[in-house]
Protein backbone atom coordinates (compact mmCIF):
# COMPACT_ATOMS: atom_id res chain seq x y z
CA UNK A 1 0.00 0.00 0.00
CA UNK A 2 1.33 3.47 -0.73
CA UNK A 3 0.02 6.84 0.09
CA UNK A 4 0.55 9.92 -2.10
CA UNK A 5 0.34 13.26 -0.54
CA UNK A 6 0.03 16.54 -2.77
CA UNK A 7 1.35 19.95 -1.95
CA UNK A 8 2.34 22.87 -3.48
CA UNK A 9 -0.60 24.41 -5.22
CA UNK A 10 -1.99 27.50 -5.66
CA UNK A 11 -2.57 30.59 -7.40
CA UNK A 12 -0.62 32.28 -9.72
CA UNK A 13 -0.39 34.32 -12.46
CA UNK A 14 0.19 33.61 -15.89
CA UNK A 15 3.82 33.16 -17.02
CA UNK A 16 4.84 32.32 -13.47
CA UNK A 17 5.97 29.06 -11.58
CA UNK A 18 4.54 26.65 -8.96
CA UNK A 19 6.50 23.45 -7.67
CA UNK A 20 4.13 20.42 -6.70
CA UNK A 21 5.33 17.92 -4.16
CA UNK A 22 3.87 14.12 -3.53
CA UNK A 23 4.89 12.36 -0.85
CA UNK A 24 5.10 8.72 -0.44
CA UNK A 25 5.15 6.80 2.19
CA UNK A 26 6.12 3.26 2.58
CA UNK A 27 9.57 1.97 2.22
CA UNK A 28 9.30 0.71 -1.55
CA UNK A 29 9.09 4.25 -3.17
CA UNK A 30 11.80 3.72 -5.56
CA UNK A 31 9.96 -0.01 -6.63
CA UNK A 32 7.52 2.42 -8.67
CA UNK A 33 7.41 4.37 -11.68
CA UNK A 34 5.86 8.28 -10.51
CA UNK A 35 3.44 10.20 -12.90
CA UNK A 36 1.32 13.56 -12.87
CA UNK A 37 -2.09 13.62 -14.30
CA UNK A 38 -4.50 16.51 -14.41
CA UNK A 39 -7.75 17.47 -14.98
CA UNK A 40 -9.90 20.52 -15.41
CA UNK A 41 -13.36 21.63 -14.83
CA UNK A 42 -15.23 19.70 -17.25
CA UNK A 43 -12.63 17.75 -18.95
CA UNK A 44 -11.55 14.46 -18.42
CA UNK A 45 -8.19 13.56 -16.11
CA UNK A 46 -5.12 13.70 -18.96
CA UNK A 47 -1.13 13.13 -18.44
CA UNK A 48 1.49 15.25 -18.05
CA UNK A 49 4.54 13.72 -16.73
CA UNK A 50 5.79 10.12 -16.08
CA UNK A 51 9.41 9.55 -14.47
CA UNK A 52 11.23 5.53 -13.72
CA UNK A 53 11.63 4.18 -11.14
CA UNK A 54 15.27 5.19 -10.88
CA UNK A 55 14.41 8.74 -12.24
CA UNK A 56 16.56 8.21 -15.49
CA UNK A 57 13.40 8.20 -17.72
CA UNK A 58 11.16 11.43 -18.26
CA UNK A 59 7.88 11.10 -20.96
CA UNK A 60 5.64 14.40 -20.90
CA UNK A 61 2.64 15.24 -22.84
CA UNK A 62 3.07 17.79 -25.39
CA UNK A 63 1.40 20.10 -23.74
CA UNK A 64 4.02 21.16 -21.01
CA UNK A 65 6.92 19.97 -22.81
CA UNK A 66 9.47 22.06 -22.39
CA UNK A 67 7.51 24.76 -19.36
CA UNK A 68 7.04 21.31 -17.00
CA UNK A 69 9.92 18.87 -15.13
CA UNK A 70 9.57 15.83 -13.28
CA UNK A 71 11.97 14.80 -10.65
CA UNK A 72 11.96 12.59 -7.71
CA UNK A 73 14.21 12.06 -5.02
CA UNK A 74 14.02 8.48 -3.84
CA UNK A 75 15.96 8.98 -0.39
CA UNK A 76 13.29 11.40 0.29
CA UNK A 77 10.57 9.26 -0.94
CA UNK A 78 9.11 12.25 -3.07
CA UNK A 79 8.02 13.12 -6.65
CA UNK A 80 8.05 17.05 -8.01
CA UNK A 81 6.62 18.83 -10.97
CA UNK A 82 8.16 22.13 -11.48
CA UNK A 83 5.96 24.40 -13.56
CA UNK A 84 7.56 27.52 -15.59
CA UNK A 85 5.54 29.66 -17.68
CA UNK A 86 2.57 29.13 -16.78
CA UNK A 87 -0.45 29.59 -18.40
CA UNK A 88 -4.18 29.70 -18.17
CA UNK A 89 -5.10 25.96 -19.93
CA UNK A 90 -3.00 24.81 -17.35
CA UNK A 91 -5.60 25.74 -14.74
CA UNK A 92 -6.46 22.21 -12.77
CA UNK A 93 -6.51 19.36 -10.22
CA UNK A 94 -3.06 17.96 -10.21
CA UNK A 95 -2.76 14.31 -8.95
CA UNK A 96 0.23 12.63 -8.58
CA UNK A 97 0.36 8.28 -9.27
CA UNK A 98 2.24 5.50 -8.58
CA UNK A 99 2.44 2.43 -10.75
CA UNK A 100 3.93 -0.89 -9.53
CA UNK A 101 6.41 -1.45 -12.62
CA UNK A 102 9.35 0.41 -14.45
CA UNK A 103 7.68 2.57 -16.41
CA UNK A 104 3.98 4.22 -17.18
CA UNK A 105 1.92 6.82 -18.79
CA UNK A 106 -1.08 5.11 -19.32
CA UNK A 107 -3.67 6.36 -16.01
CA UNK A 108 -5.25 2.29 -15.84
CA UNK A 109 -1.56 0.89 -14.93
CA UNK A 110 -1.11 3.38 -11.87
CA UNK A 111 -2.08 1.55 -9.04
CA UNK A 112 -2.62 4.46 -6.27
CA UNK A 113 -3.14 8.11 -6.66
CA UNK A 114 -2.86 11.27 -4.46
CA UNK A 115 -6.00 13.47 -3.24
CA UNK A 116 -4.93 16.32 -5.76
CA UNK A 117 -3.82 19.64 -5.46
CA UNK A 118 -5.55 22.49 -6.90
CA UNK A 119 -3.55 25.16 -9.29
CA UNK A 120 -4.85 28.07 -10.80
CA UNK A 121 -3.45 30.37 -13.07
CA UNK A 122 -4.73 33.91 -13.25
CA UNK A 123 -4.36 36.53 -16.03
Known amino acids: QVQLVESGGGLVQAGGSLRLSCAAS????????MGWFRQAPGKEREFVAAISRGGGNTYYADSVKGRFTISRDNAKNTVYLQMNSLKLEDTAVYYCAAAARSFAISQPLYDYWGQGTQVTVSS
Open 26 to 33: GRTFSSYA
